[in-house]
């Protein structure tokens, strides 16, 4: 090898070393950015806060009577049977007609 090839070879290699080099410190920020955004992703108030947004609560109003078709009372609406949702999925086919067979003749009778 010629001095000029060995020069060449010197300067890529010094050129590589501080590429992997300057690789290697971009690595570590992004690693450290990325654990600080970890940390900000685990607590979303934190996060919210540094949004802009507040956090509150508003307190019910006392005047305000419930409202039975949200579920906040256990209401029976018409004094018809409630079923839970575990009921009604263990519920044949057949079941289920004869429940609507039943709601239809009641408003037939009622009309």
Do not use: C
């Amino acid at each position: 090898m010629s001095k000029e090839d060995t020069s060449v070879t010197e300067r890529l290699m010094n050129t590589l070393i501080s590429k992997m080099e300057s690789m290697d410190t971009d690595l570590q920020l992004i690693k450290s950015e990325n654990q600080k955004l970890r940390s900000m992703v685990d607590n979303p108030a934190t996060l919210l806060r540094k949004a802009g947004f507040i956090s509150t609560t508003t307190p019910l109003s006392e005047d305000v009577s419930n409202d039975a078709f949200r579920g906040e009372e256990s209401l029976l609406l018409k004094n018809e049977p409630s079923y839970t949702n575990e009921q009604i999925h263990l519920m044949s086919w057949e079941e289920i007609h004869d429940m609507a067979d039943q709601a239809r003749s009641t408003k037939e009778v009622k009309a």
